[in-house]
């Protein structure tokens, strides 16, 4: 092939791990320059290599950037905004100080970054766009978001669990994994199984309206005998 006839050393057979080879450094390196490297969507065992020009005017276009002159004016999911990150991420740490009494360390004073992983299921290819870091001024928040979330859900399954003890409809239909489908199926008689994917079905949520169900939810699986709940995360 082309690297085996081009560049022979990636293929010298050593005791070491493969990456840690000096010729395989070096063409990862070599690669980097020139792509970027991510992982794909559904599959992210595997990797695309995808031209740096593509990826940065697939982020532009998303966040509403004129190609041509690089003027922002945004769109109905993006907006610019006048002040540098710093100004912002202070806004939110302060809000979070004063509000829920949660300090932001010092490694996450930051925003988080908006990337791609490319959807080579989709056809024609589409991008799924993500913003996240391993760091970034909403982490503790976002944990305990999380912990509530969890902890609605148990209850909210307990509920109607009690719905099924009674009535015999099951109106819980929710799962933590595939693996958990594939468990539900064993021992049964699958003739017809069909799929269905919603494009975009959470982003076009209206927020005001989440905001009110999770209020009626909450109201729903908390009686005034357990109406108290604790979220708190142990390290």
């Known amino acids: 092939g082309f690297y ?3 560049h022979p050393h990636v293929f010298e057979q050593t005791e070491d791990n493969v990456l840690e080879r ?3 450094k070096e ?3 070599r690669l980097q320059k020139l792509y970027i490297i991510c ?3 559904k599959a992210s065992n595997n990797f695309a290599f995808i031209c740096k020009k593509f990826y940065v005017i697939t982020l532009l276009k ?3 950037f004129d190609t041509d002159t690089l003027e922002c004016t945004g769109n109905k999911t993006y907006s610019p905004l006048p002040n540098d990150p710093d100004f912002y991420v202070e806004q ?3 809000t979070l100080r004063d509000k829920y009494s949660i300090t932001i360390d010092d490694q996450n004073m930051c925003l988080p970054r908006l990337f791609w992983n490319p959807k080579l299921h989709k056809n024609p290819y589409k991008a799924r766009f993500i913003a996240g870091a391993r760091s970034c001024a909403t982490k503790q928040l976002n944990i305990l978001v999380n912990c509530s979330l969890k902890l609605l859900r148990e209850y909210f399954k307990k509920y109607c669990q009690t719905i099924y003890n009674n009535s015999g409809v099951n109106v819980f239909w929710s799962i933590d994994s595939s693996a958990q489908f594939l468990e539900s199926l064993q021992g049964s008689e699958v003739f017809n199984l069909q799929i269905y994917d919603f494009t975009t079905l959470y982003t076009n949520l209206d927020l005001k309206e989440v905001d009110d169900m999770i209020g009626e939810v909450i ?3 908390f009686s005034e005998r357990n109406k108290y709940i604790n979220i708190c995360k142990y390290d």
Request: hydrophobic letters at 40%; proline letters at 0%.
């Open 4 to 6: 085996n006839d081009n």
């Open 22 to 24: 000096e010729g395989v």
């Open 27 to 29: 063409e990862l390196k």
């Open 39 to 41: 992982t794909i969507d």
């Open 62 to 64: 998303e966040l509403g």
């Open 92 to 94: 939110i740490a302060s």
């Open 219 to 221: 109201d729903l699986i």
